[in-house]
């Protein structure tokens, strides 16, 4: 049965095979060059699997790359008739004696066959296919004629196929100019062309090269001087970076054109910024050498122009040609668990149907009853906080929270949003994830998950990202449809959340790495064990996703999304408003804003501690006076701190200076622009005042109104600072002083 399969397959075959005159008139040769979009070359690819970019003669060849393969490939070239018993029955000693496959023992011809059909070389099957064809080309070519064609067709790494393509592209210089030791050289690769790729294992082409001029020398032919000349000559190997830029992003381009089919394109124009793309991936290298002792080796990001959705940075990891990180794995497409990074999803869910960023979410111990089992969620800091407002809840990035507000709308809602937001990686039943789905149980990419933050910055609506410009040959100015998901006022909320720094510091601190000196909304997760974490955030002008970890899935010492990817999001940010900070979204229309009481977030009454701005989306503002703070309850006051008292008893209980901390030391950063470097005093106060004057070692440096905060620029020394606040019956009340120091 099987022999009479192959039989009838080999009878076919022999009627669709091409005729001599076929094989011999190579088709319209072509490369692809992918460019940026300033016209930077990326990438050219020298060939398709059809045929290679430059045809060249036999003629054209060194003689020395023809000695060179023939001795290395298929030493009885010029005596078989396409197949080679010999060495094939050798092959299968080695092969049998080593337990594994070492060696092919295929001729140039069925090397040719193989690279004809285009078929994998370690199939059984394929392996007859290939002999009968091999056979067959020889009875219709000439030796010649045959080893012409292989040379056009060989493979010799990173998508390069053919000889001429392959001397440009490792060396620079046409096929006919190769020496000896170059020629040695590329005849190594295409016998296993990913296995001897210079670029990632040199040491093993330069072997290869060592052993095929030994061979050479075995033969007689060339002597001892041609061939220790040849192994004293360097291989000028054109650099990798000249020839790859943004190597995982032209990776995307071309498999995304072969997939759909693209194969008569000669340029395509891209959205990548290759200027930026190189200026971010030195960011990352810095940053990765930098977070070497806590086993973390690779990061990955992406950079989007948020306006067009233009993807100008794709970094797919820190170096695309090392392979003790497995860097060839793109790690802007790997599928990786997001942490918290798919919160602020759920919470839009929660504000689209009946709840506001002022609306109380227990987070306190609880059992939720999902799908799955009883689910027991913890926070990151193991604590619980009793009831917090919604706002504090996603800046905080509780979990208790979160898991509650899946919970009431059900995982169902929250896949459908993932869904129409383009989470296709998202592809089991809800069920299946349950309400575990809004603590990233469920494995997204770091393009899917940065392209849906597009939703907060766009007034709700989702918009695919576009990394195509056009292609000489088809036109892809198709425009993009944006989907509606979200109302205008839900995705203002939410940015606003994300921007929010007093919001996060509980749980962040006020001097976080996410606290950047202009408008930026960032949301960061931590999957768990700590095996990956991420930090995707926008201004108005650019979207940013990061993803560190490592590919092998070994878990970091204790990085977070605030310590690992944190950091680097900042250096991004910051490098890309270096000239033009960012400015504020505009306020849907519907939105209206009103002083709540930070606890109850009901509005607030003259007896309320807290007070503090919140935003609403018309209609949803809070109706009910505060009911924590009535009259029945005593004027509560500040617990009254010895220890900072003010030495003569002047400082009032009734006014405390919140930020900064007594004893707090502040170091100016060297990089930072200098009117980046400056803290924000603020206070906490009990009484209503009309102003508020802060003094700075008894100097006045502002008066200030509600809410009572003022900027003040660093500069290296010792300061005691106070604030007096001047109340509506025209008397002042001081803060009891803090002391903070400032190193150079
Ligand atoms: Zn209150």
Known sequence: MFISSILSLCAILFFILPTRSQLLAHCKMSSLRILDRNDIILREVLSSKDATSRYCRIDEISPWLIKATVISEDKRFHLHKGIDPLAMLRSLIQNVSTGRIVSGGSTISQQLARNLLNSPSRNLIYKIIEAFVAVNLESKLSKKEILELYFNYAPYGNQTYGV?????????????????????????????????????????????????????????????????????????????????????????????????????????????????????????????????????????????ENHTMDVLVYVGSVDFFDPCIDGEVDGVRSLRQPGSALKPFTYALALENN?????????????????????????????????????????????????????????????????????????????????????????????????????????????????????????IKTPRQARKLLEPETAYIIMDILSDNNARSPAFGLYSSLNLPFFCAVKTGTSKDFKDNWCVGFTDKYLIGIWV??????????????????????????????????????????????????????????????????????????????????SATPLSVFPYDNKTAYPDGGASNLIKISFPDDGDIFKIDPVLRNEFQVITFQILTTCHLTDVSWFVNDSIIGTVTQPYKITWQLSPGKYSISAHGLTTDHETIVSAPVSILVLE
């Not at 000559?233 to 693209?262: M, T, W």
């Not at 299946?432 to 392209?451: A, C, D, S």
């Not at 940010?573 to 002083?595: C, D, Q």
């Open 549 to 630: 970890g490592n590919f092998d899935g070994s878990p970091m010492h204790h990085v977070s999304g605030i310590t690992g990817a944190g950091p680097i999001f900042r250096d991004i940010m910051l490098f890309l408003h270096r000239n033009v900070p960012s400015v504020r979204y505009p306020k849907p229309t519907k939105l209206v804003s009103a002083i709540i009481c930070a606890e109850s977030g009901e509005l607030s009454s003259d007896l309320c501690d807290n007070t503090i701005a919140e935003i609403f989306t018309e209609g949803t503002e809070p109706t009910e006076v505060c009911h924590y703070h009535t």
């Open 355 to 475: 709840c506001t960023a002022a609306t109380l979410i227990p987070d306190m111990p609880s059992f939720e009853n999902t799908y799955g089992g009883d689910y027991m969620p913890r926070n990151y800091d193991e604590k619980y906080h009793g009831m917090v407002r919604l706002r504090n809840a996603l800046a905080c990035s509780y979990n208790i929270p979160a898991v509650r507000v899946c919970g009431d709308y059900g995982p169902e809602m929250l896949l459908e949003l993932c869904h129409g937001l383009g989470f296709e990686s998202l592809d089991k039943s809800a069920i299946h994830y349950g309400i575990g789905l809004t603590l990233g149980n469920g494995e997204v990419t770091l393009l899917e998950l940065t392209r849906a933050y597009s939703v907060f910055g766009h007034c709700g609506r989702y918009l695919q990202e576009r990394f195509l410009l056009n292609t000489d040959t088809f036109d």
């Open 164 to 304: 001429e393509a392959a001397a440009h592209l490792y060396l620079r210089k046409p096929a006919c100019d190769l020496s000896l030791a170059e020629a040695a050289f590329l005849a190594g690769i295409p016998q296993a062309p990913s296995f001897y790729n210079p670029y990632r294992y040199p040491e093993r082409t330069r072997k290869r090269q060592h052993d095929i001029l030994g061979s050479l020398l075995g033969y007689d032919i060339i002597d001892s001087t041609e061939y220790r000349d040849a192994l004293e000559q360097p291989i000028k190997l054109v650099a990798k970076d000249r020839n790859f830029l943004a190597p995982h992003f032209c990776e995307y381009v071309i498999s995304y054109l072969d997939k759909r089919g693209y194969h008569n394109i000669s340029t395509v124009k891209t959205t990548l910024d290759n200027h930026l793309q190189k200026e971010i991936e030195q960011i990352l290298k810095n940053n990765i050498d930098r977070l070497a002792d806590a086993n973390v080796t690779n990061a990955a990001v992406i950079v989007l």
